[in-house]
């Protein structure tokens, strides 16, 4: 198994500009979610899904969508990118039952915004 | 809402034990879990409370009080490669297997 991949690794983008993270796992996982970490804030939610078609807001959902049309794939979307989107974006899945505890975490997509 | 308080930054020396607290206030939860996170990777999952108690893993226990809001995670026998940041998270009821972080402990293991 891949586990959680995440493309790309790296981004600079302009303001004002758009652009897909890609996230991607293929352990069957109903639950996929993404965070940002900044220094000293540690990771904070976005926004997440519970399974294919159905997704819902974090802590910090203002400038992203998502999507989850199939349940490997969940991407985020930046509309317009800004200064303060400047982040580490992860992304993580997990089984759906409260037992199955653990989060898988992608490596991350370090993003600079100018 | 949620409110996690973890140390910023802790230093240690090699071979001893470390405990890295971890307070919070919450309207409700169902698991308190620690992460380590090496610098530049991803966090991985180190331990799980759902219970008051202590819970062992090796090198790693971590500890919950629900009645005083508090966690700790205790290192012991301390190695260089301990060195990373560990951040104590809970998972809000209502939010399936969602977490919510505090800002992370970055801990230095010196020789």
């Known amino acids: 198994n891949a586990g959680v991949t995440q493309t790309p690794k790296f981004q600079v983008l302009k303001t004002g500009q758009s652009m897909t993270l890609q996230c991607a796992q293929d352990?069957?996982?109903?639950?996929m979610s993404w965070y940002r970490q900044d220094p000293g804030m540690g990771l904070r939610l976005i926004h997440y899904s519970v399974g294919a078609g159905i997704t819902d807001q974090g802590e910090v959902p203002n400038g992203y969508n998502v999507s989850r049309s199939t349940t490997e794939d969940f991407p985020l979307r930046l509309l317009s990118a800004a200064p303060s989107q400047t982040s580490v974006y992860f992304c993580?899945?997990?089984?759906?039952?409260?037992?199955?505890?653990?989060?898988?975490f992608g490596p991350g997509t370090r993003l600079t915004v100018t | 809402g949620q409110n996690i308080d973890q140390p910023t930054e802790m230093t240690a020396t090699e071979g001893a034990i470390v405990q890295i607290n971890c307070t919070y206030q919450t309207s409700g939860f169902n698991g308190l879990f620690w992460y380590q996170q090496h610098a530049g990777e991803a966090p991985t999952f180190l331990s799980y409370n759902v219970l008051d108690g202590l819970e062992e893993k090796g090198r790693f226990s971590s500890f919950l009080s629900r009645s005083k809001g508090y966690s700790y995670l205790l290192l012991k026998e301390l190695q260089m490669k301990d060195s990373a940041s560990y951040l104590c998270?809970?998972?809000?009821?209502?939010?399936?297997?969602?977490?919510?972080f505090g800002g992370g402990t970055r801990l230095m293991v010196k020789p």
């Open positions: 998270a809970v998972r809000p009821i209502g939010a399936g297997n969602m977490l919510t």
């Open positions: 993580a899945s997990s089984y759906s039952t409260l037992a199955a505890y653990e989060q898988y």
């Open positions: 352990m069957n996982h109903e639950y």
